[in-house]
């Protein structure tokens, strides 16, 4: 029986553990399936990339407090080549000064050549060996999605009690009305302390001296599952604010190589995930990009035109700071084909190619970069009510 490894954001118990389940479990008749729990999720990103796994589970978004920034950010720091861009943007500059300069010079003047688009190509292809840049090994091959139990688990029993509360930084907000309720929400009297994951939140609790006065004034917010396996009691049960708490994880699988492409071979085990996943057939595409003309008017405005030119609808954008330089962002955008006719079709990449030609060519973006084409989970329609 061959092996497919997954990397998930540990240890045993969270919330992504149970992700990497619901998504890999139907596998298990043909598959042996080992789970490798990350102590980060950096370490996620970073173990897929070094082929430590198969597949490795992020947390994208939530239903209730938007997205999980630091997958945002990693997906960022994996994706934009930072120094080619400050390269590019800096020539970009130069050339817009150079213009204006020639604008003002008087028209009998010798002038310089005007500088042409070709030269701005130039300055991409004659980028030096260090700004050259290599995609990473990973892209994204599916979502997942779960529905978010929080609980307060501790060795207390009297509430009034609790001093100090772990959990992952996601989880706060999720619990605001609870926090509130409970009056834990004071940050003069209780401390609220990020742990790297809802388990690890737990896993404090038993690290305690047993019978201590800190364990009895201390908990943590995390799932049943979490509770079960460190042992710890559940206090109160089901803390969220939404009954419908969903977070959205991503499935990162490794980047077949050219030959594999051209072959239409995929691994066994990527077939199978299609086969028994519950997606529904249609495609959405996860791109990231940053705008190249940032002062020109309605450049997002142009960029968003040429998706809708082809035909594939904007599902939802996101920013993050770009680090390429201040005030300057990294735009997400996800998108889907309007095109649902057969059943797992892959025809729609070719719109999504003549997309991404067009904002090239037109010189709108930089680093443009599909981090995934995927089909979309039937849950996703059974929660829109669709
Ligand atoms: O800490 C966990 O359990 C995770 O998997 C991250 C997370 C935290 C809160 C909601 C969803 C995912």
């Not at 190249?292 to 993050?320: E, M, P, W």
């Amino acid at each position: 029986m061959s092996e497919i490894r997954v990397a998930y954001l540990g240890p045993p118990g969270t919330y992504s553990h149970q992700a990497a389940r619901q998504q890999f479990e139907p596998l298990s008749k043909n598959f042996k399936i080992t789970y490798l729990p990350q102590p980060t999720i950096a370490q996620c990103f970073q173990s897929i990339n070094d082929n430590k796994c198969d597949y490795s589970l992020i947390p994208f978004e939530n239903s209730s407090n938007g997205q999980v920034v630091l997958s945002y950010d990693l997906f960022k720091d994996w994706f934009i080549h930072v120094s080619k861009l400050k390269l590019i943007l800096e020539q970009d500059a130069k050339e817009s000064l150079k213009c204006k300069a020639d604008e003002a010079t008087p028209a009998n003047a010798a002038l310089p050549t005007p500088p042409t688009s070709a030269s701005t190509t130039t300055t991409t292809t004659t980028l030096s060996s260090e700004h050259q840049t290599k995609h990473p090994n990973f892209n994204v091959i599916a979502e997942q999605f779960v529905a978010i139990h929080h609980n307060l688990i501790t060795f207390s029993k009297d509430i009034t009690k609790i001093k100090t509360i772990y959990s992952h930084p996601q989880v706060w907000s999720q619990c605001n009305k609870f926090l509130r309720d409970s009056n834990l929400d004071n940050n003069l009297k209780i401390s609220k302390i990020d742990t790297s994951s809802t388990s690890k939140a737990v896993e404090k609790l038993t690290q305690l001296p047993a019978g201590s006065q800190s364990r009895l004034e201390t908990a943590a917010i995390a799932s049943s599952t979490a509770s079960e396996i460190h042992q710890v009691p559940i206090l109160k049960h089901h803390i969220e604010d939404h009954s419908g708490n969903t977070t959205r994880f991503l499935v990162l699988g490794q980047v077949q190589t050219q030959q594999e492409q051209q072959q239409e071979q995929q691994p066994e085990s990527q077939v199978q995930l299609q086969l028994h996943s519950e997606t529904s057939n249609k495609k959405i595409h996860l791109l990231t990009f940053i705008i190249r003309k940032n002062d020109n008017f309605g450049s997002l405005c142009d960029i968003l035109a040429v998706f809708k030119k082809h035909n594939l609808n904007l599902q939802s954008i996101t920013t993050r700071p770009s680090v390429v330089s201040s005030w300057r962002y990294v735009f997400f955008v996800e998108v889907w084909s309007n095109d649902n006719e057969n059943d797992h079709h892959d025809d729609d990449g070719k719109e999504l190619d003549s997309v991404i030609k067009e904002l090239n060519s037109n010189e709108l973006v930089l680093d443009l970069t599909v981090i995934g084409s995927f089909y979309r989970s039937k849950k996703y329609f059974e929660m829109i009510g669709a």
